[in-house]
């Protein structure tokens, strides 16, 4: 399958960043690492594996995506005020560097946005704070409030709480969302949500599907058997909801 390795100066978190794209045409897929991964792992893993036939039948272009969760939710040596201000440094240098690029390489219109773990809420709050650009959603294992202590799973802002960490929290801000074209918007997407019935995450998908259901904004909830928290099951996943 066709491979392209991607590398350069990112002005946004005035950093190199590096990416991987797998596949030459088809609907664009913004993958992101899970917690504290790199943009190779989805590779090493055989995920990208899994999507193989799509991938060389020109269906699905996949763009995966570095991180920045040691510098940001994850970065226990700053305070819980820069780590948000981080992640949203790295929300801008995927929407303004990495989706400009992808729109460079690939006319498509469709433009999906998927990841497993913390990828997972980095994929769904993304699309659900900018529905515009993206047709599609699927968070796999993931936990969609991270200020919420799950199991031995931390809340990553230390109790920190202002208007950017509220409106980055899908479980916190689609609560409260009444604006009927926004609405409208998020019910375009194609939602999909899949976890585990034994994860640590489990209440929390069970929390974003109520939200979502009490706002009429349509969506698919999947519970797997087991933990479903790695990567033998993500890609059986990829194949079914991708």
């Not at 794209?21 to 055989?46: I, Q, T």
């Not at 269906?59 to 920045?68: H, I, K, R, W």
């Not at 409030?145 to 931390?154: H, M």
């Not at 230390?158 to 409106?167: A, L």
Request: charged content about 25%; aromatic content about 16%; hydrophobic content about 40%.
């Amino acid at each position: 399958m066709k491979r392209e390795y991607h590398k350069w100066y990112s002005p946004n978190l005035e950093k190199e960043m590096e990416l991987l794209v797998f596949g030459y045409e088809g609907a664009k897929v913004l993958f992101f690492p899970p917690r504290m991964g790199r943009f190779f792992d989805y590779e090493n893993w055989k995920v990208i594996e899994a999507l193989k036939n799509k991938l060389e039948n020109g269906e699905l272009q996949v763009y995966c995506v570095d991180s920045v969760d040691l510098e940001s939710f994850y970065n226990v040596f700053e305070d819980p005020g820069y780590r948000i201000y981080r992640h949203i440094q790295y929300e801008n240098y995927v929407i303004e560097e990495v989706l400009a690029l992808a729109n460079l390489i690939n006319p498509n219109v469709n433009v999906i946005s998927a990841g497993c773990s913390l990828g997972a809420y980095h994929a769904v709050n993304i699309a659900m704070r900018h529905p515009d650009l993206f047709c599609k959603v699927v968070g796999m294992s993931g936990r969609y409030d991270l200020t919420k202590s799950e199991g031995y799973f931390d809340d990553l802002l230390s109790g920190f709480h202002n208007d950017f960490v509220y409106f980055n929290m899908p479980n916190q801000f689609l609560k409260n969302i009444t604006d009927p074209v926004l609405i409208e918007k998020l019910n375009k997407l194609d939602i999909i949500l899949a976890v585990g019935k034994e994860d640590t995450f489990l209440k929390s998908n069970y929390n974003l599907s109520a939200i979502l259901n009490e706002k009429g904004i349509s969506h698919q909830l999947f519970i797997w058997d087991d933990e479903a928290h790695k990567a033998c099951y993500w890609r059986k996943m990829v194949e079914i909801y991708f």
